[in-house]
């Protein structure tokens, strides 16, 4: 769960009926010591396939050209307003020249989530570069030195806060006062990532790669308050990200997947497995690719993935099965998730060098 929701929670509407009100205690319960002690950013389920927002290192590392990529995610509708997040991607690499296989990545993200009854919003728009220095071109490994560095909004809609004082004997009215002291309904930042990678491939025909990396996100840590406060600052959010993909046969494929997150006293690590299928092959491209898998976020969730990409376009459904404290309010129920993902190559026409990327 986000940890920003709690204003939307603590500030909400009164819910009716004592089921909604166990509910909304059961949420203050499992989110208040986050909410006082971290701000924890938006994660994603499948998390594998985000690079800018993991670690700015990954940006551009895959086979094909370009990616062009869009999330969409809701959580916790059988509790509250839903949290939704929508988000889209591009990245692309080029090589450095003929004559090395060095080659430079640059990516563009930007999202939109909204969280609670009063709209609390995020909107970001983060560009990236990244540079990949060849080790050893037998195995086709890279050292990749990642920076992004972008706009982060947070806003709220004040309109549809309520607050205790206008209750009257058990009577809501928004002509009543509030009382309160509402603080700036936005606040805008500045933000610096950095990140460091490194993948090889081993085995025969180089079948099996390695990622792993580190990348650490609000390095300059922006001022994080509603009131302006300069002593309030955005936590320093600390990544490893590590993968391993092997081929089984000509047309299987595993993918183990993990990552981990650190943010002030907010962790969260997640791992999993995705088994691909192929299904006929035109040239080096499969012309159809099935997958399924199972993740895990710690405390938090199960989480299967099904994926079906035909040649160049691929789509993929995610349920986060709720198994923390929450369980009971949510019956379980977390968020689903879908992103769908378009890759390519460019014309030969004016490419000098091809580069040559991990397969994940």
């Given at each position: 769960m986000k940890t920003l929701g709690l204003p939307q929670i603590r500030n909400g509407r009164a819910p009716h009926g004592f089921g909604k009100l166990l509910r909304s205690l059961l949420i203050l319960c499992a989110v208040l010591p986050k909410v006082l002690y971290a701000q924890a950013d938006v994660h994603f389920s499948q998390f594998y396939e985000e690079s800018i927002l993991r670690n700015p290192a990954l940006t551009g590392v895959f086979s094909d050209d370009y990616k062009l990529g869009l999330y969409y995610r809701s959580q916790w509708?059988?509790?509250t307003n839903p949290y939704v997040t929508a988000l889209f991607s591009a990245e692309t690499?080029?090589?450095v020249s003929r004559t090395t296989d060095d080659f430079f990545s640059v990516g563009l993200l930007g999202y939109s989530d909204k969280a609670g009854s009063i709209d609390q919003r995020i909107t970001?728009?983060?560009p990236a570069v990244n540079f990949n220095k060849s080790i050893?071109?037998?195995h086709n490994s890279y050292l990749s030195f990642g920076f992004t560095g972008g706009y982060v909004q947070y806003s709220f809609d004040p309109s549809k806060a309520t607050f205790n004082n206008q209750y009257i004997d058990g009577s809501y009215s928004p002509a009543n006062p509030s009382l309160e002291n509402l603080p700036n309904a936005k606040m805008d930042m500045w933000d610096l990532g950095a990140g460091i990678n490194f993948n090889?491939?081993?085995g025969e025909d180089n079948k099996t790669t390695?990622?792993?990396g580190f990348s650490a996100y609000h390095v300059t840590q922006p001022k994080f308050s509603y009131y302006s406060n300069s002593h309030v600052t955005e936590n320093m959010r600390l990544n490893a990200n590590g993968a391993i993909g092997m081929a089984i046969n000509?047309?299987?494929n595993l993918q183990l997947q993990a990552n981990y997150a650190i943010q002030g006293t907010y962790t969260e690590a997640l791992a999993g497995a995705l088994v691909n299928v192929a299904s006929g092959t035109s040239n080096v491209q499969e012309t159809l690719v099935l997958s399924g898998g199972l993740f895990?976020?710690?405390g938090d969730a199960i989480i299967p993935v099904v994926k079906v990409r035909y040649q160049r376009v691929a789509m993929a459904f995610s349920y986060d099965v709720n198994i923390s404290t929450l369980k009971d309010a949510s019956n379980m129920q977390g968020g689903s998730e879908f992103t769908l993902f378009l890759t390519g190559n460019y014309t030969d026409k004016g490419i000098t060098r091809k580069t040559v990327c991990p397969k994940f």
């Open positions: 509708s059988s509790i690499h080029f090589s970001t728009f983060y050893n071109s037998a090889t491939s081993t390695y990622i792993i000509e047309n299987v895990y976020r710690v």
